[in-house]
């Protein structure tokens, strides 16, 4: 008797942050395929979020041979398939199975550096079928080779979101930040996990997130003085931003004098404004 242990790749999702992925001014998706694959080297989406299936979903994943595997990106979704077809699933998926992943954030900072406004009460969905409590503005998943960044177009209605977290146990219904909901046949073809004959089209979904963007203020407390930048600078893990004293900053100063980028740390908000406090 043959064991089959063949698995192949059912779906992929792919996390990517600028704050991460930029340098400086100089954005990743500018970057040459060496200089990306540089900065991708470093980057780990585990440093700011962590990627769970839910007690349902990972039941689902157990009773259709599947193997969760997350990677320095995000995670594959692997699934037992037969000997002469490695793209058969073992077990034949049906086109309405729904698997979800809790999506929680573990860095406190998340909110200072990424572009995005958190709203109570509301949470993010990231999905390939829309809800039938949204709008038809609903925003999908992305996949992989879609130039589209995570905005608050993401954010379902307290109704949506009350619905999905109801589906959750008690415990892990605590701190969820965003879901991510698969259907293996989603509204849009082109966003199906397997054909309707149920083959794998093993499809990789992306959820990228932007950097924001502030002023930067800077802050002499014993001259009682302040100095903000003209406009908004990006806020990066890597790289150096390039202050000009006579052209970025309000008022202008001497042009031998040099500022320093601000931390995530210290970041306000005024009249609609982000500001990052620079204290020298």
């Known amino acids: 008797m043959s064991f089959n242990l063949t698995y192949g790749l059912l779906f992929e999702v792919t996390f990517l942050h600028n704050y991460f992925l930029n340098s400086g001014e100089a ?13 991708l080297q470093k980057f780990n989406y585990d440093s700011f979020a962590i990627i769970t299936p839910t007690v349902e979903t990972s039941t689902r994943i157990r009773n259709y041979k599947m193997a969760f595997k997350p990677t320095k990106t995000g995670f594959r979704l692997y699934i037992k398939v037969k000997e002469n077809d ?34 109570l009460n509301q949470m993010f ?12 503005t609903f925003q999908y998943l992305p996949k992989f080779n879609e130039n589209i960044l995570i905005s608050n177009d993401f954010l379902v209605s307290e109704e949506t979101t009350e619905h999905f977290l109801s589906e959750l146990h008690t415990a892990e219904s605590r701190g969820v930040f965003g879901l991510l909901s698969l259907n293996m046949k989603a509204d849009n073809a082109a966003k199906n996990i397997v054909t309707s004959a149920g083959k794998m089209l093993s499809p990789n979904f992306k959820i990228h ?11 002499d407390r014993k001259a009682a003085t302040e100095i903000k930048t003209k406009t908004a600078k990006p806020l990066t893990y890597s790289g150096f931003v390039e202050i000009d004293p006579v052209t970025d900053l309000i008022p202008a100063q001497l042009a031998d004098t040099h500022y320093p980028n601000p931390s995530v740390k210290s970041i306000t908000k005024k009249d609609g404004d982000y500001y990052s406090e620079i204290f020298i």
């Open 209 to 219: 997130f932007d950097n924001r963007k502030t002023l930067w203020k800077y802050i």
């Open 27 to 39: 954005a990743y998706a500018g970057m040459s395929t060496a200089d990306k694959q540089k900065m």
């Open 86 to 119: 490695e793209t058969d699933p073992y077990i034949s998926v049906p086109p309405d199975l729904k698997l979800d992943f809790i999506i929680a954030i573990k860095d406190f900072q998340f909110e200072h550096y990424t572009d995005l406004e958190f709203v």
């Open 125 to 136: 969905l990231f999905s390939n079928v829309k809800p039938s409590t949204e709008p038809v």
